[in-house]
């Protein structure tokens, strides 16, 4: 009877016109407390209070706009999100303040001032206590991009966002710490934080927690500890986890070597487009060591590799076509993936490009660009390369052979940019 006399009362003062009472009964018709669900009532209501200035009535809106969640008549449209939050905002409400910066910064095409009004509204936030928007304003100020790079200011931010148990913040100040921006380098301090961090939950602290202790910086080095921080990442999703778990499982030694589990972690992140991963999972498959030899599979994760310039697929991919072993011979893509790995300067197939340039293999017999190939992979220590070269040389004129030379000449300047990149 109580309940249903609180309620009564409730309503009647949202019919007289109290925003406080409208916002009251609308959390009830939403969550369905003392009265039916009813979320086209509560939308109702929540409107009435916002509209009359009720701080908490226009965060709630500009949430439910900006999520497009939680109300069926109330859909997503960041614009109407971004006036309720300014309202709430300009009253002090916190959450709008750091709401609103996270709207405005993160939009597709968020135009200066609009970066700036975002940075405003965390400074406010953060002036408040809020400890996301701590957290954002220090990275603000360490990236020093939108605002000019200012290492304690971000330190200071952090450790207030960090006191408060946010994990984020903890997590930045330890890579404060750990790479000695704005502080003294303090591995211990870095793992002191890191570990708060992912005590919490937070994948990239337990990744760097992680990194601590398999490299020993900070805390005595221990595989058992790296790898069980590793994997609570690497289960979150955290693709750099996933990578160097699976890393430490292939390597062994302090661990036991576990291929059938660097496979399943290296395929994780393969599977998310990483190049290295791709590359691993081709070459463990192709290899069939301690685990079921699968050369189509490893085939298809060599193409993904290769597909992003990953040179050792490339030339891998090359052997499998050129030999013709577990795939169709296929001198057309042998051509094709060792000339991606010798312009990148893989001497073998260098060498290989060169004999099947020589003799014809796939393509009519270029003897200049042969000689060009063989020269390249004699001059990277592949001495077999030096008789082919000498044979391609007695088959070219003078002329040819000069040509020759100046396409080696333009090559290794490409290659020295290459590799200073």
Request: aromatic residues 8%; glycine residues 10%; proline residues 2%.
């Amino acid at each position: 009877m109580e309940a249903v006399a609180t309620t009564d009362r409730v309503e009647a003062s949202a019919q007289n016109g109290t925003p406080e009472a409208q916002f009251a009964l609308a959390l009830m018709y939403l969550i369905g407390r003392g009265v039916p669900r009813d979320e086209k009532q509560g939308a109702a209501w929540l409107e009435k209070a916002a509209a009359q200035g009720h701080a908490e009535a226009q965060f709630h809106l500009g949430a439910r706009h900006a999520t497009g969640q939680g109300i069926q008549d109330i859909k997503q449209d960041f614009d109407k999100a971004i006036d309720w939050y300014r309202k709430s905002a300009a009253q002090g409400h916190a959450k709008a303040q750091y709401n609103l910066g996270l709207l405005l910064y993160g939009r597709k095409v968020a135009k200066a001032e609009e970066k700036q009004e975002a940075i405003d509204w965390f400074e406010k936030a953060a002036s408040g206590g809020h400890a996301g928007a701590q957290n954002n304003l220090g990275l603000i100020y360490a990236n020093g991009v939108e605002a000019p790079r200012d290492y304690r200011k971000a330190i200071d931010l952090f450790a207030r966002a960090a006191a408060q148990g946010d994990a984020a913040g903890q997590n930045n100040l330890g890579i404060m710490y750990s790479t000695g921006k704005g502080v003294a380098q303090n591995p211990m301090q870095a793992a002191g934080w890191y570990a708060k961090a992912a005590a919490l939950g937070h994948a990239a602290a337990q990744y760097n927690l992680a990194n601590l202790y398999e490299t020993g910086k900070g805390v005595g080095q221990n595989m058992d500890v790296a790898a069980r921080w590793y994997r609570k990442a690497a289960e979150q999703g955290y693709l750099k986890a996933q990578l160097s778990l699976a890393q430490i499982l292939a390597r062994g030694g302090d661990l036991p070597k576990d291929l059938a589990e660097a496979l399943f972690w290296y395929r994780k992140a393969a599977e998310r487009g990483h190049a290295q991963a791709q590359l691993q999972v081709a070459k463990i498959l192709d290899a069939g060591d301690g685990i079921e030899r699968d050369t189509r599979e490893a085939l298809r994760f060599y193409e993904l590799a290769a597909h992003q310039d990953m040179v050792e697929a490339q030339f891998r991919l090359g052997m499998f076509y050129d030999c013709g072993v577990d795939v169709e011979k296929n001198d057309e893509m042998a051509l094709h993936w060792y000339g991606k790995a010798a312009e990148q300067g893989i001497a073998r197939a260098q060498y290989n490009l060169g004999l099947m340039l020589a003799y014809g293999q796939g393509v009519p017999a270029d003897p200049v660009k042969a000689w060009q190939w063989l020269n390249l992979a004699e001059a990277a220590g592949l001495q077999r390369a030096a008789r082919h070269r000498r044979a391609v040389e007695t088959r070219i004129s003078t002329q040819e052979l000069a040509a020759a030379k100046s396409a080696v000449a333009e090559w290794m300047p490409r290659q020295k940019r290459r590799l200073e990149r």
